[in-house]
């Protein structure tokens, strides 16, 4: 997990004592939680907002029940190629490609929120582009049948109101027109369904359909979508309704795109809501007081 350095202490025939000896520690981090997607980052003094801005995050860290029938061998989810971990991000770009992050190139200043000259501690970058692990508006081809899709808010500041909208953005922008105020979205197509089975704390009590899916900063959602009814060549758009906060038309109310393959076609199999844990109930607590 790390090391620290400290002096070494000095030994017959041994280097000067200023010399510095590393030493390591080993932690043991059980995961004794519910199964479900956690993510990770360092906390590096002074530069942790850099390493964040920059990527250095780990997005896909699962956590697995082999004792849960949702996690087992014969689980009836989306397994291997068919299950993808989508990490949501939001940053913004100078024209020959760097990340344009606080200071401003020729200013001390990180922004309007920010204290006078002060280079750094700005909580808003005015984001202006969605990335998808990594990549800025990508597709995904896909095969028709269900995928299970497990996504992460992991964005500065952005919230992410997610649908999936039927048709090809490229080819109709008004496929997603922008609301008079210029600070949502909407599809003006085919909505696709989401079916949603889990959270932060890990699968819901049943799946729940829903037209769309509201995360926030660091939360996550594992979703399934079903992409066996449509034909070859179907075009789908990962929009939310929410990024336009006026930025320039076509920027972050795209979020991806999916484009269905030409393939055999999988029925995917109901959901059994008995293999989902029960909803938890009412907690109790004890009220104790002491005299001294």
């Given at each position: 997990?790390?090391?620290?350095?400290?002096?070494?202490?000095?030994?017959?025939?041994?280097?000067?004592?200023?010399?510095?000896?590393?030493?390591?520690?080993?932690?043991?981090?059980?995961?004794?939680?519910?199964?479900?997607?956690?993510?990770?980052?360092?906390?590096?003094?002074?530069?942790?907002?850099?390493?964040?801005?920059?990527?250095?995050?780990?997005?896909?860290?699962?956590?697995?029940?082999?004792?849960?029938?949702?996690?087992?061998?014969?689980?009836?989810?989306?397994?291997?190629?068919?299950?993808?971990?989508l990490a949501l991000t939001s940053?913004?770009?100078?024209?020959?490609?760097?990340?344009?992050?606080?200071?401003?190139?020729?200013?001390?200043?990180?922004?309007?929120?920010?204290?006078?000259?002060?280079?750094?501690?700005s909580y808003n970058e005015a984001?202006?582009?969605?990335?998808?692990?990594?990549?800025?508006?990508?597709?995904?081809?896909?095969?028709?049948?269900?995928?299970?899709?497990?996504?992460?808010?992991?964005?500065?500041?952005?919230?992410?109101?997610?649908?999936?909208?039927?048709?090809?953005?490229?080819?109709?922008?008004?496929?997603?027109?922008?609301?008079?105020?210029?600070?949502?979205?909407?599809?003006?197509?085919?909505?696709?369904?989401?079916?949603?089975?889990?959270?932060?704390?890990?699968?819901?009590?049943?799946?729940?359909?829903?037209?769309?899916?509201?995360?926030?900063?660091?939360?996550?959602?594992?979703?399934?979508?079903?992409?066996?009814?449509?034909?070859?060549?179907?075009?789908?758009?990962?929009?939310?309704?929410?990024?336009?906060a006026g930025h320039p038309r076509?920027?972050?109310?795209?979020?991806?795109?999916?484009?269905?393959?030409?393939?055999?076609?999988?029925?995917?199999?109901?959901?059994?809501?008995?293999?989902?844990?029960?909803?938890?109930?009412?907690?109790?607590?004890?009220?104790?007081?002491?005299?001294?």
């Open positions: 997990m790390g090391g620290f350095a400290q002096r070494a202490q000095p030994l017959a025939g041994s280097l000067p004592s200023s010399v510095l000896a590393v030493v390591t520690s080993d932690y043991d981090m059980p995961n004794q939680q519910s199964p479900t997607q956690l993510f990770y980052h360092d906390h590096v003094m002074g530069v942790t907002r850099i390493g964040l801005y920059s990527g250095v995050v780990g997005t896909a860290y699962f956590i697995r029940d082999p004792n849960n029938p949702l996690d087992a061998s014969n689980s009836p989810l989306p397994k291997g190629q068919f299950e993808i971990p940053r913004r770009f100078y024209t020959d490609g760097n990340l344009d992050f606080p200071p401003d190139r020729g200013s001390l200043n990180a922004g309007a929120d920010s204290p006078p000259d002060q280079p750094y501690w984001a202006d582009e969605n990335l998808v692990n990594g990549r800025v508006w990508p597709n995904l081809n896909v095969q028709r049948q269900e995928y299970r899709f497990r996504v992460l808010a992991a964005a500065n500041a952005q919230l992410y109101d997610l649908q999936l909208c039927l048709g090809d953005w490229n080819a109709n922008s008004n496929l997603v027109p922008i609301s008079g105020d210029g600070n949502s979205a909407s599809c003006a197509g085919t909505v696709v369904p989401l079916t949603i089975i889990g959270s932060d704390g890990g699968y819901l009590p049943a799946p729940q359909t829903f037209t769309d899916v509201q995360i926030g900063i660091t939360e996550r959602a594992d979703i399934l979508v079903d992409f066996s009814t449509f034909a070859a060549g179907t075009k789908i758009v990962l929009i939310n309704k929410v990024g336009i076509g920027s972050t109310e795209i979020v991806m795109q999916f484009t269905v393959q030409d393939s055999t076609p999988v029925t995917p199999p109901a959901l059994n809501p008995a293999l989902f844990p029960p909803k938890p109930g009412p907690r109790s607590f004890t009220k104790t007081t002491s005299s001294e």
